[in-house]
């Protein structure tokens, strides 16, 4: 459903804000997913599109009034096609995080702007509207259309966003072929050397519920096999068998590039991470913070992140199930991951796949020359290298009707900040140089973009 469309005269043009205060007032709005409720944020957006003299609409799913998204558009000269570029508005809770700062004030504090969704990814969404904004006041306009999705629901899967919009409104994204999008084109110090990793594929989800049955009564007497001690045995043996090493493509490339950089010591230990009987000795000579980010992609994984049973305090439950959040390979597939579950759990549990999506397959590779140098340009003596995310993001959703999205929302980051660790947890931050080295690589980006 459309709620509201406009062109602004260009007469209405205003200034031009700084992308410092976009990125405060994004973090003010309170888009925490569940519930979402991306109506205010979404109307700011608007307004503020609408005093640029942007063409803009609010859609949203019926009957779903609050879940909205807005989709913009300038037009540019012409000869090439449109260039998408979509994130997300919406944010993880803070629910349970011990924050040392108001996670919805935006405050500025030690070089950097505080809050939910300062890298996850109201940032992102903060250098894609400033460079739309700045496209469109330029004399000379960008090569083609540039459009803006500013995405609801993309945490809990994207449904009552991107999704909504690619099948109720796909005439919007007519002609696109490439996305720029979240989770790439932030530092990442290796060895002395900086990496700027493009997200050019990404994992499959699955959601799986586990119920262990077990021995329950009153809490009084003795239990020795119980459905909590067997969910708690299992849960313990999911932290010590992990699934097969195995190797993508995209990961592939990565390591390769990464060897070029490194001395022959350390590029030998990137070549033994390829091969799935030396991956496991390969991570550990990498180091905890080079080998805890290369573990998922090149694994399947599996974590527990909900425990649900017992009604009170003095009754042992004869039935509690565990929420695994399973993230696959490319080539793996749902019955892989049951296997894998059923391994560690036990064949007394009831297993049910409650969620499950694929992941897009590797883009076509076509930007990764353009968007590389810019990056290289940016930072000389630095490596732009095509990555794998280890979650999963929108582009899954693009993908369907033929664009392929590349990760890139540049962060120059120092070694200090570690920009995975900042994804949703406390104290969520940005430095200010790293959002204006985004914006101003992101304007770049969109004025030579030519397909």
Not at 182 to 202: C, D, K, N, Q, S
Not at 307 to 320: D, K, M, R, Y
Not at 381 to 408: E, L, Q, R
Request: glycine share 10%; hydrophobic share 40%; charged share 25%.
């Amino acid at each position: 459903m459309t709620t509201t469309s406009s062109r602004a005269p260009i007469a209405a043009v205003a200034e031009l804000p700084s992308a410092v205060e976009l990125l405060q007032q994004l973090i003010r709005f309170d888009t925490s997913n569940p519930p979402g409720q991306e109506r205010e944020c979404a109307v700011w957006l608007k307004s503020l599109l609408d005093d640029h003299g942007i063409e803009n609409q609010i859609l949203h799913p019926r009957g779903k009034p609050d879940r909205c998204s807005v989709v913009a558009r300038i037009e540019g000269r012409g000869d090439a096609p449109p260039l998408l570029l979509q994130g997300h508005i919406d944010v993880v809770t803070v629910h349970g995080q011990r924050w040392s700062r108001d996670p919805f004030g935006g405050e500025i504090a030690d070089g950097c702007i505080w809050g939910r969704g300062a890298v996850d990814m109201k940032g992102g969404v903060t250098m894609m509207l400033h460079a739309m904004l700045r496209a469109h006041q330029s004399e000379v306009p960008p090569p083609g259309d540039i459009i803006l999705a500013a995405l609801a629901d993309e945490e809990l899967g994207g449904r009552s966003g991107a999704a909504f919009l690619v099948q109720e409104h796909p005439h919007l994204f007519d002609g696109v072929e490439h996305a720029l999008g979240e989770l790439g084109g932030f530092t990442v110090h290796a060895r002395g050397r900086r990496f700027y990793p493009i997200m050019v594929a990404e994992k499959h989800i699955c959601r799986i519920r586990v119920k262990f049955l077990g021995s329950g009564g009153h809490g009084s007497q003795i239990h020795r096999d119980t459905a909590l001690t067997r969910a708690a045995r299992a849960v313990r043996r999911m932290e010590r068998r992990h699934p097969p090493f195995k190797l993508v493509d995209a990961t592939r490339a990565m390591l390769e590039a990464m060897a070029e950089e490194m001395s022959i010591t350390e590029a030998m230990a990137l070549r033994m991470a390829m091969k799935p009987n030396t991956a496991g000795v390969a991570l550990g000579l990498m180091g905890d913070r080079v080998g805890r980010m290369l573990e998922p992609m090149l694994r399947d994984t599996i974590n527990p992140t909900i425990i649900e049973g017992g009604l009170q305090e003095n009754a042992v439950p004869s039935e509690v199930e565990v929420l695994l959040d399973c993230r696959l390979l490319p080539g793996s597939n749902q019955s892989d991951i049951v296997r894998e579950v059923l391994a560690v759990v036990g064949e007394n549990a009831e297993i049910k796949v409650e969620r499950y999506e694929d992941g897009p397959p590797t883009v076509d590779m076509a930007l990764m020359p353009y968007l590389s140098n810019l990056l290289e340009k940016a930072d000389p003596g630095s490596k732009a290298i095509p990555y794998m995310v280890a979650g999963g993001t929108d582009a899954k959703w693009f993908h369907k009707i033929g664009i392929d999205t590349y990760g890139f929302t540049p962060m120059r980051l120092p070694p200090n900040i570690e920009f995975m660790e900042l994804f949703h947890g406390e104290d969520e931050r940005i430095p200010i140089d790293a959002l204006k080295f985004g914006c101003a690589l992101m304007y770049e980006a969109v004025s030579g973009y030519r397909g």
